[in-house]
């Protein structure tokens, strides 16, 4: 394999993901060989970052100009518009979950950038899929208009790689649940509330049904994955659309009572929004034995340890 010093620049560093991510990478490769960039100017200590550039990822001039200034290798594209949110703004989020995309695999098509991660998500299974189990290849019939999107983007993705050998690699993320960064308007950001308000008033109001099973996954088993694909040798990855990842799944029902044997007085109640018509269009549970065959996928949270280390966390977060 031909060796050469990673320099990484990534796209939406300060958001739920980006912010985590980057920590770790900057952990494993060095702060210097590390670029951040997001919409926000700049403030002291605002990522662990080396070096990090003000960028919108539309603006594909200024792209090229800080891939070429950091002499980047390797992009982790994570600036997007999340699930609710793209479903009030449908034609600004095509634009802005596609184009970059494309144009980071288009620089990587001329040599300029040696391999590219890019998320996508379960959202681009949809309508008519059966709910348990889920294959990584099923027909996708997404509904939304933030699953069309990833779907495009992961035919996109194929499309270079076979075409051009871009070696672009991608998860399809379950629903991410962490504490160090607020959850950015997606369907499964109620996973991440919960806890927020058990520690703070101890009630939570659900915006989805008690009975909605959706997959989920740990904040630290979804770097984790990142990484392990990242690493994996190209040889042994048979997928090059988007893998599928499962982590753990389960109900508001069910958080809530694993909350309760930590907060024993802690209250729930249930008044489902536009988002339950989106969970209902998304698988319960997620088949990812291709990911664990082909690059050792692994989860170190169920249920119950990611609730006793979010509830450990929070305490000392909400107390500050
Ligand atoms: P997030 O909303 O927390 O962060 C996205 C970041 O992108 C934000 O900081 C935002 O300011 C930035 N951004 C938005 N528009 C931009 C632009 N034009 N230029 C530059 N930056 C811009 O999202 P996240 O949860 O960290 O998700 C990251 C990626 O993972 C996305 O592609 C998302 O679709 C995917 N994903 C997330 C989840 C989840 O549960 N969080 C699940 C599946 C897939």
Redesign the pocket.
């Known amino acids: 394999m031909e060796s050469y010093t990673e320099k990484i620049l990534i796209?939406?560093?300060?958001?739920?993901?980006?912010t985590e991510l980057t920590n770790k990478l900057v952990e494993i490769h060095g702060a210097d060989n590390v670029v951040a960039?997001?919409?926000?100017r700049y403030q002291k200590g605002m990522t662990s970052a080396g070096h990090y550039e003000r960028?919108?990822?539309?603006n594909t001039q200024l792209v090229r100009q800080v891939i070429s200034d950091y002499e980047i290798t390797t992009v982790y594209h994570?600036?997007?518009?999340?699930s609710g949110t793209s479903e009030k703004q449908p034609l600004f989020a095509w634009k802005?979950?596609l184009e970059?995309l494309i144009h980071f695999c288009e620089m990587a098509k001329e040599g300029l950038l040696k391999k590219i991660f890019?998320?996508?998500?379960?959202?681009v299974f949809g309508k008519g899929i059966p709910k348990n189990d889920v294959a990584q290849e099923v027909v996708l019939n997404p509904t939304t208009v933030?699953g069309i999107s990833?779907m495009a983007g992961e035919k996109w993705c194929e499309y270079y790689f076979d075409k051009y050998g871009v070696d672009v690699r991608s998860i399809?993320?379950?629903?991410?649940i962490s504490w160090k960064?607020p959850?950015?308007?997606?369907t499964?950001d109620y996973a991440v509330e919960i806890f927020y308000e058990a520690v703070e008033s101890g009630k939570y109001t659900s915006f989805i049904s008690e009975d909605t099973a959706m997959p989920m996954l740990y904040m630290d088993d979804a770097i984790k994955a990142t990484l392990q694909l990242m690493d994996a040798p190209q040889e042994n990855l048979t997928i090059r659309s988007s893998y599928n990842l499962g982590g753990m799944s389960f109900t508001p029902k069910e958080l809530a009572s694993e909350i309760k044997n930590i907060i024993p007085e802690f209250e729930i109640d249930y008044k489902p929004d536009f988002r339950q018509a989106i969970a209902d269009s998304w698988p319960s549970s997620i088949d990812d034995s291709i990911a664990k065959k082909d690059w050792g996928l692994s989860y170190d949270f169920g249920i119950s340890e990611m609730s006793a280390d979010m509830i450990k966390n929070l305490k000392v977060k909400l107390s500050k």
Request: charged residues 10%; proline residues 7%; glycine residues 18%.
């Open positions: 796209t939406g560093a300060l958001g739920q993901i980006g960039s997001g919409l926000d960028m919108d990822v539309t994570l600036a997007s518009l999340l802005l979950n970059p890019w998320p996508s998500s379960i959202a933030y990833k399809r993320y379950p629903g991410l960064t959850a950015g308007g997606g499964t």
